[in-house]
């Protein structure tokens, strides 16, 4: 059963324009949620977090929005660069969990 | 800070053969974890410790999968009698504390089972 879900398997965009990713959720349980990064051949990057007693959280480029009542979390980079092509995983979990559920991942190709 | 080192970072065997993975966390971390990711699927969760004691596994975790973390530093994931359907990156993380902890991941074990 896969409880946290990216429907977008690939993005494409600009140099310089705005990268906006999505994710979703199906376990109402889960209260803190990440972003990570991953390149190949090596493991995934943290990014950036939020809780679900927040709607927004920014650091840098980087920030993510969480809207509770649809269960759905977007990630946006402004602007975007070369060096954030790369494969995006959503993750998620709740205050009684250990483990992260991930959704299976966008790639995102920034064009020069 | 050195991060989550793991080894090897390939491993190419036999089916039926065994393999052993290490995991060394980021050094004051009490909490470790073990992931599989396989083609175009996020990681998947395998197991957890806190400390020395194992505390979850999951189902994916057949009895031929095996994990240590005998002194609560780095860990061991062995798998027995591979399959060819255990090809897949094996990722290790660590985190410190509880709650809204963030786990970091080291760089991953490719298996391959021919």
């Known amino acids: 059963d896969q409880q946290v879900k990216q429907n977008s398997p690939s993005l494409s965009v600009q140099e310089g324009r705005i990268s906006i990713l999505n994710c979703d959720y199906t376990?109402?349980?889960?209260?803190?949620f990440l972003w990570y990064k991953k390149y190949p051949a090596e493991g995934p990057t943290f990014l950036i977090s939020i809780s679900s007693i927040k709607d927004k959280n920014e650091d840098g480029r980087f920030t993510v929005f969480l809207n509770k009542s649809a269960k759905h979390l977007s990630l946006h980079i402004v602007p975007s660069q070369p060096g954030d092509s790369a494969v995006y995983f959503c993750a998620a979990k709740g205050s009684n969990d250990y483990k992260l559920s991930f959704g299976a991942g966008t790639t995102v190709t920034v064009r020069a | 800070d050195t991060g989550v080192s793991q080894n090897p970072r390939h491993k190419i065997t036999k089916r039926g053969q065994n393999v052993t993975f290490r995991c060394d966390p980021i050094?004051?971390?009490?909490?470790l974890y073990w992931y599989r990711q396989t083609l175009g699927q996020g990681p998947e969760f395998l197991t957890y410790f806190q400390n020395e004691a194992q505390l979850e596994k999951s189902r994916l975790l057949s009895d031929r999968f095996s994990a240590e973390r005998p002194k609560g530093s780095f860990s061991t994931l062995e798998i027995q009698r591979t399959e060819q359907g255990d090809s897949a990156m094996y990722l290790c993380a660590s985190s410190f504390g509880g709650g809204r902890e963030t786990q970091y991941f080291g760089p991953g074990t490719r298996l391959l089972v021919l």
């Open positions: 050094s004051e971390h009490n909490r």
């Open positions: 376990n109402s349980m889960f209260d803190y």
